[in-house]
């Protein structure tokens, strides 16, 4: 057997179920092989899109995600996408052939590049140790929760190899030391109105129950990071998100408590609005797997190194241990009235801004909200739109939204959309994008199109790039972000999908009909919106 298909036959028989990417001549044989040992293969019409399409369907899934790629130019071109995963600590594992030769065209160096945006670089060195090689590449991925590019060069892919597969080593993530965990708890055991907040490290297996118990027993409130919004939703002391997308209630109470605890959080400017919703005299406990997060944002009072989950229910343990009485702390009668009346953007007033042949944003996205089925997964490109999706339309748990914000790059969102649409075909796959980012990314449209996703796309069309436009203001020559504006409707029938263009609540109609007949079309919403002002998150990234 040659090294190209003792490669496609490892990751298979490891665990890989599902890859992306673009053919070329260097990964076409390891590719294949993949698929012939029983995996899945979805072609895209750009690397740039395969990798967020891998990346998210690793982050829905909670599986090990693979990449496939041609070397140098194919490699580059999926940089973008391979950053953000890479940022994002998702699971993926990028198959790259490789040029070594340095007279080669193709030649860069690809495992330099891979270490300067936060991958973790490997390669396939040798037909004896290939099985090895793939091996140790998949459980960086899988344990570690990597993003790890697997170089295979050209050369050794010839090769014969005869070694067989050995099975994966999982390493379940540690606990934190017994004293940190007595600290902790005599922490939570003083607090009056704690505050948990679940960050992209909570989305493993076990941790959200483990949070809510340990909340329960200590009265805290529940609040998650953008990325991992929904976990707790249908929870009564669930507050939604911390940060630039929080409610004024969430804000409110966020900012009052006098213990908050980041599990699996950065706690970052992002997350606690650049530290105002950290009051001077709050105690900050931050929980991580990864040793060099605790404290890279804002200095801790104390930092517990370990598993999310094992870190809560160790706590927990500690407390029931020594008798400590569940604690009503935050979870006063009157508190949860305000959650269950105050708790949603949905319930927050707003004065209609739509006129003038454009609509509020807000106003489309709550009446989506109320046509849409529950079970969707939402996925939100970058832009000066992007809180609307987020905070306007309700998910049913962390594995219905897909927020790929690591790298703020704008253009991921419909390649996202179509990578968690294959992780989770159980749901209505919804693209939030802008004009901008859905014009950079609409190659993938075909992808959709092709796959028979019943995806819809609803684009926030300003004919600009609001966040420049509404940073520098009209004092500013704008004319490098400012557009004409471009029937999106009638590109988007020409790859075939079904199109509407709305400037009205009316022109929504279509959309039930189209969910009606259960139709396998992606649906393009080319929404013509006001944009007068700058978002109010958008505010938050710029600090004013």
Known sequence: MYVRDLIGQTLYELGARMAFGVIGSGNFHYTNAFVAAGGRFVAARHEGGAASMADAYARMSDEVALLS???????????????????????????????????????????????????VAMRVRSAETAVHDVVRAYETCATERRTVVLNVPIDVQDELATAAPRPTRRVAAGAPRPASVDEFADRLRSAQRPVFVAGRGSRTPGAAQAIAELAEHTGALLATSAVSRGMFRGNPWNIDVAGGFSTPLAAELISGADLIAGFGCALNMWTMRHGKLIAGDATVVQVDIDRAAIGRNRDVDLGLWGGVTETARDTLAKLRGDGVPVRHGYRAPHIA???????????????????????????MTAELNRLLPAERIVSVDSGNFLGYPSMYLDVPDEYGFCFTQAFQSVGLGLATAIGAAVARPDRLPVAACGDGGFLMGISELDTAVRLGLPL?????????????????????????VTFPDVDIAAIARGHGCRALTVRRVEDLLPVKAWLDDESVVPLVIDAKVTSREASWWLAEAFGH
Not at 75 to 80: E, G, I, Q, S, V
Not at 82 to 90: H, P, Q
Not at 339 to 363: M, T, Y
């Open 69 to 119: 790629l041609h070397q140098g130019c194919g490699y580059t071109n999926a940089l973008t996408g391979i950053t953000e995963a890479a940022k994002s600590r998702t699971p993926l594992l990028v198959l790259t052939a490789e040029a070594t030769d340095r007279t080669s065209n193709f030649y860069v160096d690809q495992p330099g590049i891979a270490e300067s945006v936060g991958a």
């Open 337 to 363: 009235d305000r959650i269950k009346h105050e708790g949603s953007w949905l319930a927050v007033p707003f004065a209609d801004q739509s006129g003038s042949g454009r609509i509020d944003p807000r106003v």
């Open 456 to 480: 819809l796309v609803l684009v926030y069309n300003d004919a600009m790039y609001g966040a420049e436009v509404h940073h520098f203001g009209e004092a500013a020559d704008l004319s490098g």
